[in-house]
């Protein structure tokens, strides 16, 4: 599945199967790209299959170790389609260690990040590894949509006592002068690939 294996479940799963559990990084375009190894949250480069880059999120130029961009993948070995340069539409950034490339950050589609109130790009697992927490929601989706404007739709079988906390919680990641609103929904509508986007960005952040 597309959704990244979030630090709860990949807890629950420890404890339940007595078992270290690692996560891998893959598309339906190319396949397995990069998995974590025993113990550690960065992942592998599948350095035998494909030739992968962080460009810049504007310009078509390679960024510097650590620094976020589009992760950009070369196909080594498909030579019925090639894939040369593909925008796989993520983003993460890529750092070394002892000789080897990791891939030490990995996010959604790049039109799921979003912006604090100053412009910053902030995570989407900041959103998503924040979340657990609010046990009592069946599903939510957070929307920005203008710069210090942002929406908590969210679906519950009984009442949410928390709308406050939440507020104030993700101001600390947004700014202290983020507008947050909440919404009750029935339900969050599912994409044409059967999937919910839990982070979404209707802000066009050049306009802004």
Do not use: C
Not at 85 to 110: C, N, P, V
Not at 183 to 199: A, C, H, Q, T
């Amino acid at each position: 599945m597309s959704e990244s294996l979030s630090p709860y479940t990949k807890e629950g799963m420890e404890h339940i199967f007595s078992s270290s559990m690692v996560s891998r990084y893959s598309n339906v375009e190319n396949g397995i790209i990069a998995q974590q190894i025993k113990n550690k949250d960065n992942f592998l480069l599948n350095n035998a299959s494909y030739y992968i880059e962080i460009y810049d999120f504007e310009k078509d130029i390679p960024v510097n170790d650590g620094e976020m961009g589009r992760i950009v993948i070369t196909d080594l070995f498909n030579y019925g389609m090639p894939i040369i340069k593909y925008d796989t539409g993520d983003i993460g950034s890529l750092d070394k260690l002892h000789k080897k490339k990791f891939l030490s950050q990995i996010e959604g589609r790049k039109m799921d990040t979003i912006y604090s109130t100053s412009k910053q790009l902030i995570s989407s697992f900041t959103i998503t590894n924040n979340m657990w927490k609010y046990h009592e929601l069946k599903q939510y989706q957070f929307i920005q949509s203008d710069v210090k404007m942002y929406t908590f739709k969210l679906n519950v079988d009984t009442t949410f006592n928390r709308e406050q906390e939440l507020i104030n919680e993700f101001k600390t990641y947004l700014g202290s002068d983020a507008v947050i609103s909440i919404e009750y929904v029935d339900e969050i509508p599912l994409l044409n690939s059967g999937k919910r986007r839990k982070v979404v960005n209707l802000m066009d952040i050049h306009h802004n």
